[in-house]
């Protein structure tokens, strides 16, 4: 018997008993899944044994990429397929967590994107390791605290990009896994409100982002381009006529009020990732291949460089130069193409275009899942 | 046919040979949980249009508790039971979605402990909305432009707590959940050494959770208590004669370098955070109960306003008094019961803690998860 049963409490027992049998046949099913996934388990620790007997790692990022993307297309719904990945990778690392808890470091504090990232990539039943820099990253997992580190590659609001690039020429690392993180910009002010702002201040990248929204809303204010999304919420917290538009992790540094969410245009913008490792996955059947390229700065150069991959049949998804701190190079261009390294058509284009490099660098080929 | 296989490839290829049949066994158990799991989804779509009929909210607290409990007593292993339950928590979330996407607000930005406690106690498959404050958390669940709201309650870092323990003395809205996230302290200095350091800061409350291992590393140094352990990074980024503990958010965001990690003596150190939302769950049969309390400041007025939960055997998990900025009463006690307000022992004790008290608020009861 329960007491104080007020009316609402008498519509939820009258909803529970029409519900009582509809939760039994999950109940039922839920004991069918806890029994199918712990039988799934004690296969994946005999696969752990094999692995044990051959040195071979625990964590296979090919084999992981191909049984999510064998549920997604064998999904029959009403289950989304984002969904049922989000299962079977927890599914996965908690089977792999009885090998052995996998430890990926990141670029701390706790609670960050990058953490995210981490559980986004090895599911929740990982040692999650919080580094200061990405150079303690990219040390930790050279020096094996760690299995795999995780770094960003592009992100908007923080720039963390260029020490990740200058860390991947060096590195003894490879690129392992991609992944990628939903990132919204707000237009922000001290005060909350846009009275009296003359000027919108962002990254020239946050602006053209955002410049769709901003000329239907504020067609009529000056927009600045400065040197960081940062920069421009410091600004902004110092003068009433400033609006920053920033991720709000800048906003609460400098505390800023959001005008606005979600103003950048295209909402699926993202911040980017890579997992490095010492280990090299095998071909997935879908995979991207990242290098390093440099060739003298003379006419024509890139794009002969870069002739091997047309006569392939190989397809480039990511061209960026940066310009070299170190080293002969005036340029460094980092390359995707699609592809593993491994692969029929991708194996002679690459050793084309090793032949045509005056430096190559292979980052590593890893399932592609963005 | 794969090129460039070298002696690493295959030695993957012998193993992959052993690994085939196993791994045959698990698709096939894959294939199993997928059509499960899209059944369980039908019969939770079924229960959706029953609750729709009678305006039942599509999240039940307490039904995802039992199931979360359920599938943790049962599990036979190997699979380790919190592991399942982070699974079950993510099918929950998915064939929750079928009905409504339920949306949470949280104290953002982005990336963030108050985000990581969202995605921990509805699964992925919600909309989080991020907001500037914990009174916007708070205005959004109550204007109803959220299902629910997550707020930090107790936090050594951040102090987020007081506002959050006002803001609840005001509310409309009912606690409907509890649940913690690991944290952290670092001991750190500017230059990551402790060469010349005098001093370790921190808050008082922190110092008192590292002091074993302080006293056990550097009996030597001076302890100071400070404002906050933001205040203490601050002071160390200032002063080389300095070490602050803090985590290492605060760390960061004053260029701190880490000297040593996880310096607290209770490695299961936590942040609370309270859901709140206009739902009032029912009993799960294991639940807590959150009060405000306040008497006339007179000897023995505490105790015998306390007296009715002794009398019905009622257990007092958490007793906190605070002074009162507002209002009539020079303290506010935030208490919590062990046990449902409808549980047969809870009602006769909360009915007499009424009447004894001179002002009484129930905030709500839910399912004991901690």
Known sequence: MRRGAGPATVITIMTDDKLKPLREQIDAIDAQILDLLNRR?????????????????????EREAQVLRSVAER????????????????????????????TVAFLGPQGTFSEQAVFQQFGHAVEA??????????RATEAGSADFGVVPMENSNEGAVNRTLDLLLQTTLSISGELSIPVHHSLMTASGAM???QRICAHSQALAQCQGWLNQHYPNIDRLAVASNGEAARMASQDPSVAAIAGEFAGQRYGLRVVQGHVQDDPHNRTRF????????????????????????????VHSLLAPLAQHGVSM??????????????YYFYVDIE????????????????????????????????
């Not at 390791?129 to 990219?138: G, H, K, P």
């Not at 890579?274 to 150069?301: F, H, Y």
């Open 41 to 61: 388990a004690r296969i994946a620790q005999e696969v752990g044994h094999v692995k044990a007997e051959t040195n071979a790692p625990v964590f296979r990022p």
């Open 75 to 102: 999904n029959p719904g009403p289950l989304l397929a984002a969904d049922v990945q989000t299962i079977f990778r927890e599914v996965m690392s908690s089977c792999r967590a009885l090998e052995r808890r996998v």
């Open 129 to 138: 390791l919080a580094c200061a820099s990405i150079d303690e990253v990219f």
């Open 195 to 197: 009275d009296g702002v």
């Open 274 to 301: 890579a997992v490095v490792g010492r280990l090299q996955p095998g071909p997935s059947g879908k995979d991207q291949t990242s290098l390093i390229l440099a060739v003298p700065n003379r006419a024509g150069a």
């Open 317 to 330: 998804t990511r061209f960026e130069s940066r310009p070299a701190r170190l080293g002969t190079w005036e």
């Open 339 to 370: 592809g593993h390294a491994l692969d029929d058509k991708v194996a002679p284009a690459l050793a084309a275009l090793k032949e045509n490099a005056a430096f190559y660098k292979l980052l590593g080929s890893y399932p592609f899942t963005l």
